[in-house]
C-alpha cells in the first residue's frame, strides 16, 4: 500500500547535537512537507518542497534542514540552532491537484535533553 | 493576514449526544476547506474537505461540516458521538493563489465521555 513512512518514531538526542528524521513516501507525490505540532498550537509548516532539488522556508524554519534529492525523500535535520526542539514533527506530501488533500505519515517524537 | 480559528481548545461531550466542533477563517483569497483527525502519537487523517459546490459535504465516520461563505465558517458536527470518536480535530484551509499552503488551526480535543 502507498503512504508516508517516518522513522524513527521516537527519537532521544542530548542538548547541542544534531539530528535528523527521515520521510519517505511511496505516493509519487511531487510536493512534501515538514510540520511542527506542539500542544495547543496546531501545525506549524516548518520547510515545503514542490519539486526535486528545490525547497522554501515554512512559518519557522530557524533551526532546520532539508533535502530534496529524491522524489521520494525529504528528511528534516533538526540543529543545535533550534532552541526548543522537543515537539511532534510531522510529514505530509500532496500529489500535484490539492483536491485530495495532504497525506500524513505517522509522526516522530523528538526530545531533547 | 490568512488564518484559522478554532474557538473551542475541548469540547467534553456524552456519548451518543451531537457535537458541533467550531471553525473560521480569514482569507483575502479563494480557499478550499478540510477537517482533519488525530489520534494519540499518529499522523493527521483526512475526515472531509470543501472545494465547490454544496456547502453541505458529508465524510467519513458520520462527519459532516457546513461552509458557510457570508460567516467563513466551516464548523463540523455529528449527530451522535462514540467513544471511540475521542480525538483531536483540526480544522485547515488551503489557499490558492500562489500561496499554495495548507494552514492549520490549533486544534480541538474532543473528549467523549460514556
Known amino acids: 500500500d502507498g503512504g508516508i513512512t517516518q522513522s524513527p518514531k521516537y527519537l532521544f538526542r542530548k542538548e547541542g547535537q544534531n539530528v535528523t528524521l527521515s520521510c519517505e513516501q511511496n505516493?509519487?507525490?511531487?510536493?512534501m512537507y515538514w510540520y511542527r505540532q506542539d500542544p495547543g498550537q496546531g501545525l506549524r509548516l516548518i520547510y515545503y518542497s514542490q519539486i526535486v532539488n528545490d525547497f522554501q522556508k515554512g512559518d519557522i524554519a530557524e533551526g532546520y534542514s532539508v533535502s530534496r534529492e529524491k522524489k521520494e525523500s525529504f528528511p528534516l535535520t533538526v540543529t543545535s540552532a533550534q532552541k526548543n526542539p522537543t515537539a511532534f514533527y510531522l510529514c505530509?506530501?500532496?500529489?500535484?491537484?490539492?483536491?485530495?488533500?495532504?497525506?500524513f505519515g505517522s509522526g516522530t517524537r523528538l526530545t531533547v535533553v | 493576514a490568512q488564518s484559522v480559528t478554532q474557538l473551542d481548545s475541548q469540547v467534553p461531550v456524552f456519548e451518543e449526544a451531537p457535537v458541533e466542533l467550531r471553525c473560521n477563517y480569514s482569507?483575502?483569497?479563494?480557499?478550499?476547506l478540510f477537517w482533519y483527525v488525530q489520534y494519540p502519537n499518529q499522523g493527521l487523517q483526512l475526515l472531509l474537505k470543501?472545494?465547490?459546490?454544496?456547502?453541505l459535504v458529508k465524510g467519513i465516520n458520520g462527519f459532516e461540516a457546513e461552509f458557510n461563505k457570508s460567516q467563513t465558517s466551516f464548523h463540523l458536527r455529528k449527530p451522535s458521538v462514540h467513544i471511540s470518536d475521542t480525538a483531536e480535530y483540526f480544522c485547515a484551509v488551503y489557499l490558492s493563489g500562489g500561496y499554495n499552503k495548507l494552514i492549520f488551526g490549533a486544534g480541538t480535543r474532543l473528549a467523549v465521555h460514556p
Open positions: 505530509a506530501s500532496k500529489e500535484g491537484n490539492f483536491n485530495y488533500g495532504y497525506t
Open positions: 505516493l509519487n507525490h511531487d510536493a
Open positions: 482569507s483575502s483569497v479563494s480557499v478550499y
Open positions: 470543501y472545494l465547490s459546490g454544496s456547502t
